[in-house]
């Protein structure tokens, strides 16, 4: 079993539309249904506002 030891640990990502390094926290991220039992993981890019895929 993996335990989650520490919360709120900031993560980034880049942009691949602006090219913009984002910093986002697990509260920024969003889950979106893509198909029937797909999820994605999305933040917005403050910088040019299109959706990023995070793992
Ligand atoms: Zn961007």
Redesign the pocket.
Known sequence: MVKVIRYGQKRRIL?E??G?LLEFEKDNVKTVQTGMNEYEQQIE?P??H?IVEVD
């Open positions: 942009c539309t602006c913009a890019c910088a040019c299109e």
